[in-house]
């Protein structure tokens, strides 16, 4: 089995600069272990997968060690590749992430801009590893996805060699570094050595943070801003309200394929497949209940529920969902993604039934 693979270079014009990203495009799902070892394999900060979908791509996104909820140069990348090599007559590329839901992105010429939610910081106590990690005190401590830590001066930013280690303990995906810029509005870093990226050169997604706060500070919409990393980036930014406008530009580096072999067979039974052990589907019931990661203490209970067959509770949960889906309560695991995750779970565990 061979898969398609594209290096593209984000959020710059030109190779050896900017977020490298790894696209995958499909043609059906691959099972979720099988594209963790493909991130893990390519060792960038993410590679992202996508397959065609109801006139759309639903579109997932990897680091070397986790799933992702959002993730902005790998989306660009995704785009890019549709734009230039799928279907160049679009002009725009309409995304679905079932951990962060509807994304586009449009072209103009060579910029690209993508639509993403607004993800607005609150005020917070900098928790003692942040400081420390960093190495350096911040002027104000913020948290939404990520810690953000608001310095004086770009000088202050590019100086930072901080403590993976110290930064790794804390409990958002990474900490978001920022200061107004010399020759920009504003310059950031992002640091993320929890998800296997100590250092990202280019973060689009930290932006739905960063132009939120510096509209507060600059009372303006439209952002010109860096990311000052090694590889450098430029950014491109509007605040829409509840939305975020995150330009810029992309080149490719490299596209081949990926020789998976028998893998894929050997790491997932294929619905063929008339016989399942107990282990073997208990293991993939474990993967898709690690699929959450959540902390959502109904879905720790539903979890350990289905673990036990518990058929009653199941169906507890899934009018738990539905009602607070109904009611705009929900803030656990997105709704569609655990309708997803619920067929799922509740087919494998069919299997396991039919196997006593």
């Avoid at 990474?174 to 296997?196: K, L, Q």
């Avoid at 943070?209 to 303006?220: D, I, Q, R």
């Avoid at 009018?319 to 009611?327: H, M, N, P, Q, S």
């Amino acid at each position: 089995m061979q898969i398609p693979v594209y290096h593209i270079d984000a959020f710059t014009d030109k190779v050896f600069s900017g977020n490298p990203a790894a696209v995958c495009p499909l043609d059906q799902w691959l099972p979720g272990n099988v594209m963790q070892g493909i991130a893990a394999e390519n060792n960038l900060s993410e590679t992202a997968f996508f397959m065609p979908k109801g006139g759309q791509y639903e579109l997932r996104w990897f680091s070397p060690k986790t799933e992702i909820d959002l993730c902005g140069h790998a989306t660009l990348a995704s785009a890019f590749v549709v734009f230039n090599y799928l279907d160049s007559a679009l002009d725009i590329v309409r995304f679905f992430s079932p951990r962060s839901g509807a994304l586009t992105v449009s072209r103009e010429q060579d910029l690209l801009t993508m639509d993403f939610p607004s993800q607005p910081a609150e005020a917070c106590e900098a928790p003692a590893d942040l400081a420390a990690g960093l190495g350096a005190e911040p002027l104000e401590t913020l948290r939404a996805s990520d810690y953000l830590a608001v310095f004086a001066s770009e000088e202050e930013i590019a100086a930072l060699r901080p403590d993976m280690q110290r930064l790794a303990r804390l409990d958002k995906r990474g900490v978001v570094v920022t200061a107004r810029g010399n020759e920009v509005d504003f310059v950031s870093r992002f640091f993320a050595p929890r998800v296997g990226v100590d250092e990202d050169p280019v973060t689009g997604s930290s932006h739905c943070t960063l132009v939120p706060y510096w509209k507060s500070k600059l009372g303006k919409n439209t952002f010109h801003a860096r990311q000052i990393s090694a590889r450098g980036g430029e950014l491109f930014c509007e605040d829409c309200g509840d939305r975020v406008r995150i330009s810029g530009r992309a080149v490719s580096y490299m596209q081949g394929k990926i020789d998976m072999g028998d893998t894929v067979s050997r790491s997932w039974p294929s619905q063929e497949s008339s016989r399942m052990d107990n282990t073997a589907a208990r293991g993939l019931l474990q993967t898709m209940i690690d699929y959450f990661e959540s902390g959502n203490k109904e879905t720790d209970r539903a979890a350990k529920a289905i673990l036990e067959w518990d058929d009653e509770h199941l169906k507890d949960w899934q009018a738990e969902i539905k009602r607070l889906r109904d009611e705009g309560e929900w803030t656990g695991i997105r709704a569609p993604e655990a309708d997803i995750v619920a067929g799922a779970l509740r087919s494998i565990q069919q299997q396991l039934v039919r196997k006593q």
